[in-house]
């Protein structure tokens, strides 16, 4: 026993040695002191990815990576949210929407050195299309004439998908399609090598990815660490240019603020409930808020009881809730009260709704219209929420807004697929909702949540079914001229917001911070995992 | 001895098996679709459909069993719906780190608790023993989320003295220590008083009261004497919390960012990635009906009074 004593006492000394020897400050490489080349980044993910092959890339986190590993043919451009050149540097439009013509960046190449060609294109896109392999977001392509007969195995190749030479793709369109162009700017549209693919394997390339964006992929360890290096050929914007990205896997954002402000991250991608102020305090040079590409709203089932069929009663329970107090409160002042389901500042948002103001007189009045008097006759509501605990304030404080007009509710949370679950098959009254843009489109927005092709399961989850609305919608979607596009998705609105489908609640607005050191940035509208890397700079 | 270890091996089947079905058929019950979560809110119901049948999700539910005990039979774990890799893979990359974690972490505690208690026992009924006492009983109260933060705080924040959470790019030793201190809090609590009591009980034996008549200095009397007799129960305790803590400690985990197993699970149930679940289970059942087994072998060695029924060195039946 002794000897096993004696064994575990020097153990401990190691380990005492060990901390000992640790015990000296940490102090993390910063770009001061490396060459430019070696310029690391530090960004913070909450989780690590599943794959960071594009064609599985449907959640933030692998997108955020994604998009710095590979192009698409557009680009949103950070600033203005417009579809701008990236593996493409040029494109025309036929005047009747539904032919596009792309001319690829001279010179553009993969990581592994290989000169990129239409074809390229035409595999990428096909891979995604493919049924086999079920990517997750096809219908990023499916406006594409003959998607829908290649995806049903009748044609060999998609015919709307052309390559008159190894620098020009030409892409025609089923019908026309005004969102297509932002479409494809999404990460599931990037190009892919396909002889990379079929070396590692289709399930393997997504732990070992190769494409041709800003950075290339050097190593991942699970549950841990990405680590990308700046591409060949793409040298950034100068002096200081980002040569090194570590995406590190930080799941709780208490611990991630605390590396943050240890100086182990150079970027954290959100803050932790209540600290906007102290943030707003003590690091105010180092705070972004930005409007946001979503909405948050309380949905109603309008398929059930009591509120089908009852829009004075939907309408009572908007002008009971103090949505500005949501949002100043806990919101801290970054998010906004939403009027209508566009977030401010995408085209279609309708400036002019008034939305419902915080009023409990009219929403008495309404209560009553409606036929419950100061709410009796009115059974409890059941309001359906998953168990986040932003989430769960919110819906404690509509809870106690609605009592105010004599309304009785009762909260329930579920774990988030439970909870999803329950919200698809219309089993839930009156549930959190939330939508977050794909891409900066009204029509991602509007069709997405109110048209009654998407009703039940996928995305309309209020089962809102209004014919009038449906045809606007499928007009707009077809319209080459913005303009009639954008009158469309406002008139779309005010009839939305009249209906009163939600509690329409606020617009998350985006908050992160950012060391100071750090210059060229852009926080981009669609959300931080769209941060422009490429352009970062340290500076002095 | 042989027979002995065999017979366990033998019995760990069933007890496979059993962890196996309940593990498949409450993730069969749970709600939520792993197709659905997968394709994110816009996909269109074909698009859904596809992903159910390249899952299997689409076939009868007792042929999805059928199928999920051949490939465990067969030694496979099968494949992670999200990550589109061998669950096997995906647990083997990250038990080293979850080894690691309580290993360092049961050190901790055994050093510490085991300290402790000889001090408290050797002390009974004075301040030392007091002290033990209430700084255990602190040790197994406190939450290990919330130990975690403010070992934060103070030593990465305050002191910056090591890193805030992380595994370093090799798993360097300056991010183990406070995981580790975290997560054998509670252990090193437990450890205390288990020592304390059995010091105590020990220390009362007549053997002991010899020793000392014999004028054998009090130091090798705890060292020596004491501590193996002690040590029997100290045994089970601490091989029983290095197999729980081998299942992984999803709370340090996640504070510390730190890449282990019981993430890993955790993570693959609210994404309802099933295979990982079940695998990940099965792998963690396995390893703690070895650790158990493990610990019966370790008693012999300890107290060679101790006989196993059917343990007779020549493999005779008992």
Known sequence: ?540 | MLYFILRRLLALLPVLWGIATIVFALMYVVPGDPARLMAGQNASAETIELIRVRLGLDRPVHERYWIFLKNLARGELGYSYRQRRPVAGVILERFPATLELALAAVLIALVLGVGAGVLAARFHGSWPDYGVMALSLLGISTPVFWLGLMLIVVFSVWLGWLPVGGYGESGEMRYLILPALSLSAISTGYFSRITRSSFLEVLRGDFILAARARGIPERRILGRHALRNAAVPLVTVVGTNLAGLLGGAVATETVFAWPGIGRAIYDAILLRDLPVVEGGVIFLAFIFVVANLAIDLLYLWIDPRVRLPGFSGAGGEP
């Open chain 1, 1 to 540: 026993m002794s000897l096993n004593l004696r064994r575990r006492l020097s153990l401990f000394a190691l380990l005492c040695l060990a901390a000992g020897a640790c015990s000296s400050r940490v102090s993390p490489e910063t770009a001061q002191n490396l060459p430019d080349s070696l310029t690391v980044f530090r960004f913070r993910i909450s989780g690590d990815p599943p794959s960071l092959d594009p064609i599985h890339s449907v959640d933030l986190v692998s997108q955020t990576v994604v998009n710095n590993i590979f192009e698409p043919l557009l680009r949103l451009d950070p600033l203005t949210g417009r579809p701008a050149g990236a593996l493409a540097d040029s494109w025309e439009i036929a005047q009747d929407g539904l032919v596009f013509r792309f001319f690829l960046r001279r010179e553009a190449r993969f990581h592994n050195g290989r000169l990129i060609t239409s074809s390229d294109v035409r595999y990428s896109f096909e891979r995604l299309l493919a049924p086999g392999l079920a990517g997750e977001r096809p219908w990023i392509l499916m406006p594409l004439a003959g998607a829908r007969a290649f995806r049903a195995g009748q044609a060999e190749h998609v015919a709307g998908i052309e390559t008159p030479s190894d620098s020009v793709v030409v892409l025609r369109l089923e019908r026309p399609f005004a969102p297509f162009l932002v479409q494809l700017s999404m990460a599931g549209a990037s190009i892919c090598p396909r002889e990379e693919i079929e070396k590692a394997g289709e399930a393997e390339f997504g732990q070992h990815p190769v494409g041709s964006g800003p950075f290339r992929f050097l190593r991942w360890q699970h549950d841990n660490r990405i680590v990308l290096e700046r591409a060949p050929g793409c040298p950034g914007p100068g002096p200081g240019a980002v040569g090194r990205v570590e995406f590190l896997v930080v799941p709780n954002i208490s611990v991630a603020l605390e590396k943050y402000r240890a100086g182990e991250l150079d970027l954290l991608d959100q803050l932790p409930p209540g600290q906007v102020a102290l943030a707003r305090k003590r690091m105010a040079g180092e705070l972004h808020i930005w409007p946001g590409l979503s909405v948050r709203y309380l949905g109603f089932n309008l398929t059930r009881p009591p509120f089908q069929g009852n829009r004075g009663l939907r309408q009572a329970f908007n002008y009971a809730v103090n949505k500005e107090a949501i949002t100043e409160v806990l919101g801290e002042g970054v998010d906004v009260v939403s009027r209508g389901a566009v977030p401010p500042g995408l085209p279609g948002c309708n400036p002019g709704l008034a939305g419902y103001p915080y009023d409990p007189e009219a929403a008495r009045r309404r209560l009553d219209e409606a036929g419950y008097p100061e709410g009796r006759g009115l059974p409890e509501i059941t309001l359906l929420y998953n168990n986040d605990a932003a989430d769960r304030r919110v819906c404690e404080f509509v809870q106690a807004c609605l009592a105010e007009i004599g309304v009785r509710v009762r909260l329930k949370s579920l774990e988030w697929a439970a909870f999803l679950a329950a919200v698809r098959a219309g089993e839930a009254e009156l549930f959190r909702g939330s939508w977050v843009g794909d891409y900066p489109d009204a029509h991602n927005f509007l069709y997405t949540l109110f048209h009654s092709s998407n009703w039940g399961d996928a995305g309309n989850y209020t089962r809102f079914a209004d014919p009038a609305v449906d045809s606007l919608l499928d007009r707009a979607a077809g319209l080459v001229d913005e303009v009639e596009r954008e009158r469309i998705y406002q008139q779309v609105e005010v009839t939305v917001s009249r209906e009163a489908p939600w509690i329409f609640l606020f617009h998350p607005g985006q908050v992160a911070l950012l060391k100071e050191r750090w210059r060229g940035a852009v926080f981009p509208a669609e959300g931080i995992w769209a941060f422009p890397l490429s352009l970062v700079y340290a500076g002095n």
